[in-house]
């Protein structure tokens, strides 16, 4: 809990005396990583962040978009990734916890939970599978409590998480344009602060997420608590029918400290509180510690006099405790007193703005030694080895997860996790389409074009569900921005994301940087983690299973790309070669088409061709209308000649499979050479194996009922009896 | 040789909350107007028959079972492990 040199130095120039003890607190907390941003602020304003949807105001902690007909989609990502490592239960709770009460600070009321996970090789790992278990037992608690349907995510396990976990949280909340709280305050207004009480967990937790974990800090443990948080979600969604609120902040990171200097520096305004005036759970609390317990469940809300009394009114109907702690004042200092007593007097801004860092970035020497080429492979059974990836745990169904989760509570989930995208039914009858990605065994051979893929991925997703693809969010997830090579990993990174926003012109509308990833083997793979939001007009797609005589239609071109590939790091343990990347032009034409023909409904169903390339997608296809396949691959779109196993298992971008009805077959070959696309029939649904010939030769013969069990049974063999 | 029970009894650390304890207080307890109880602290008892030499071994046996399948995160929880003679 200290300040780096620069920062005494700025502290002693800007306010020249001393700071108090709790002001040092404050400030410690406030200008950690986690909530200053101090590494990565000034490049984030790269990324586009308006667009013809997106509403602004100041003070927001999510994105806010325009569905129409005067409703909007609010949606915020964040990770806990630190807690998560240390106790994954508590850490993946109030993940979630923390990440609704963002969504619910807009006013909007939370209607999905979506989330990644990233942990270390459970095949060998029991620490891994501990983790693995409680956070997925933690996430599924917390949000079945609140009965918030948690309908997505991702699931991936890589060496480089070891002893660690990844934890990332989506939510998306939907309300009335109208009901929106615009941030503001007037002089006078009274600081009210709802929930449950301050104790001392959580203490210092937002510099713990900024320090690597080497040793395993005790003290900055969250214990989840729903039921209090589903009782705040009714009491705010009340007292904003009632106009009860001016301005409101969720406590996160930072706690106290950084919930009212960001207040008031976004307001303009200065805020006075006393900490005897916080309710906490035992006596004897320091002032320094109300100010930077990150005790969960908490809400800070800005009211008016006159209001007070019908706030207080709404928080007994539900039995929440509120406290008034302080008042709105015109002079932009953050005061914090404790009875007559002045612990801290700063300007707000001052404790809000931390100073910026530009830090150092080089190209990381790893780079240059990974080999291009994997020399030392033989030559594999095709059959098996789909068999082996399909049970794997980076490719086999993650049902074991998502049947924990209860996915359809609140009755809008029309499309259910194990598809590509889930989609949520919307009361202006128009559906949204949501999907996370990341990929950091790509990231890690090309941090650019990995990053540009994952983006592509979430809206290969999102349009296979026939949505149009209206904003994203992004979660970058890196090692110690202080190492040189590690930043420049997040700037290649950061600008891929960049230009394909651009590009798409899809805004960024939410995001978090989450750095200092580090475990006792060394910092993580780059990490950046992608949600895509679409939105369906009218009907949604709902995938039909391919039957007997359907045709199967490939569009996109298969490239050279095995780097990163399921197929190298799982069954060869090669890690190398030349990492996928999008041809900008290539996946914006796909896009449309794929999206103007389930318009058309010309299309049966659609899949992306992703981990584990066309040999796993066309299994996946295959096992979900549980039905064989005929399949000849010598035509298949591709740069240049390519191998069979790389036509087989190359995780290049922009690929679709369509399963097509005969009697559309015709209109389909019409429609995609009449747009250029690139594309071909390779062959047909019938029988009971999947039968794959190249050049005459017979490569793959796999009956779809083994394919089925391996696909299924996977992960859950893998955790009853690993 | 003996057969002992030992007992695992799990609750969370003294500073760290517990919302199940401070949920039968508040919504059960003080709610029936009983008003001289002040905390409720909420816990998980296990109880493993165990066959030893003696108290202490069983007991050691018991905690290395207890660490190495996590059965509770040392981070969060205290822990008592005491053996009784059957």
Known sequence: ?722 | MSTYVVHVIIENKPNISDPEGDTILNDLVLKGNNSSVKKIRAGKILKFTVEASDKKKAEKIVEKICQELRIFNPLVSKVVIEAKTN
């Open chain 1, 1 to 722: 809990m200290s300040l780096q040199k620069h920062e005494t130095k700025y502290v002693k120039d800007t306010i020249k005396r001393k700071l108090t003890k709790t002001e040092l607190q404050i400030v410690a907390a406030e200008w950690s990583e986690h909530c200053s941003y101090k590494s990565s602020k000034k490049h984030l304003k790269m990324l586009p962040t308006t667009g013809p949807n997106v509403i602004l105001e100041k003070g927001y902690d999510s994105g806010v978009l325009d569905v129409g007909d005067s409703y909007v989609v609010t949606v915020h990502i964040e990770s806990h990734n630190h807690p998560s490592a240390v106790e994954p239960f508590g850490g993946a709770a109030t993940g979630v916890g923390g990440v609704i009460r963002d969504i619910l600070s807009t006013g909007t009321r939370p209607i999905a939970i979506l989330d990644g996970l990233r942990f270390g090789n459970i095949e060998n790992d029991a620490h891994a599978r501990w983790l693995f278990k409680n956070v997925v037992s933690g996430i599924a608690d917390y949000g079945n409590c609140l009965g918030i349907p948690t309908i997505g995510g991702e699931v991936e396990f890589d060496d480089c998480y070891k002893n660690y976990a990844l934890v990332d949280v989506a939510a998306i909340g939907y309300g009335k344009k109208d009901r929106l709280i615009k941030n503001h305050a007037n002089k006078g207004d009274l600081v009210v602060l709802i929930g449950g009480p301050t104790g001392r967990d959580g203490i210092g937790g937002s510099q713990f997420a900024s320090n690597s974990l080497e040793s395993e800090d005790r003290s900055a443990v969250q214990i989840p608590d729903p039921f209090i948080e589903k009782l705040i979600i009714e009491t705010i969604l009340e007292a904003r029918n009632e106009k009860c609120i001016n301005a409101m902040k969720d406590l996160g990171g930072g706690g106290l400290s950084c919930a009212i200097s960001e207040t008031a520096e976004s307001l303009g305004i200065g805020i006075e509180l006393d900490v005897d005036s916080v309710h906490t759970r035992e006596s004897g609390l320091s002032p320094d510690e109300i100010m930077i317990s990150e005790s969960q469940e908490r809400m800070l809300i800005i009211t008016c006099k006159e209001k007070l009394s019908k706030l207080k009114q709404i928080c007994d109907k539900f039995g929440v405790t509120c406290s008034t702690i302080g008042h709105v004042k015109d002079d932009k200092m953050m005061h914090v007193k404790k009875g007559k007593n002045t612990l801290a007097l700063l300007p707000a801004e001052f404790v809000a703005r931390a100073p910026l860092l530009d830090r150092k970035k080089t190209k990381p020497k790893y780079l240059k030694q990974i080999k291009k080429e994997n020399k030392a492979k033989k030559t594999l059974d095709y059959s098996k080895t789909i068999l082996k990836l399909l049970s794997s745990p980076n490719i086999s169904s993650k049902h074991w997860v998502f049947r924990q989760y209860d996915h359809e509570v609140g009755i809008r989930t029309v499309v259910k996790p194990g598809f590509d995208a889930s989609v949520l039914r919307l009361d202006n009858g128009k559906f949204l389409s949501t999907k996370i990605d990341g990929n950091p065994k790509h990231c890690y051979l090309d941090p650019r074009q990995g990053a540009i893929g994952c983006f592509e991925e979430a809206c290969r997703n999102v349009v296979c569900t026939g949505a149009n693809p209206i904003g994203m969010v992004d979660h970058l997830q890196f090692g110690n921005p202080e190492d040189p090579e590690i930043f420049w990993t997040f700037m290649e990174s950061l600008e891929g994301l960049t230009e394909y926003a651009k590009f798409l012109r899809i805004p960024c509308v939410g995001g978090k940087v989450s750095f200092y990833n580090e475990t006792p083997l060394g910092p993580i793979k780059p990490t950046p983690l992608i949600g895509v939001l679409g939105i369906i007009d009218k009907t949604p797609f709902l995938p039909v299973p391919p039957n007997n005589g359907d045709y199967l239609i490939i569009i996109g071109k298969t490239r050279d790309e095995l780097g990163g590939s399921e197929y190298f790091e799982y069954i060869h343990k090669f890690i190398g070669g030349i990492c996928p990347s999008v041809d900008f032009k290539d996946s914006k034409i796909n896009m449309l088409a794929v999206l103007s023909l389930i318009k058309n409904k010309l299309v049966k169903s659609v899949h992306d061709c992703s981990k584990g390339g066309f040999a796993i997608a066309v299994s996946e296809l295959s096992i979900f209308g549980n039905i064989g396949c005929n399949i000849d691959i010598n035509n298949m779109p591709f740069v240049k000649n390519l191998s069979s196993e790389k036509i087989l298992f190359s995780e290049s971008h922009s690929r679709y499979l369509l399963v097509i009805d005969q009697k559309n077959i015709i209109r389909v070959k019409q429609f995609l050479s009449k747009k250029k696309i690139s594309f071909a029939v390779l062959g047909k649904f019938s029988g009971d194996q999947i039968n794959i010939t190249y050049k005459s030769k017979n490569l793959v013969k796999i009956i779809v009922d083994i394919l089925r069990k391996r696909y299924f049974n996977g992960l859950e063999d893998l955790l009853k009896h690993g």
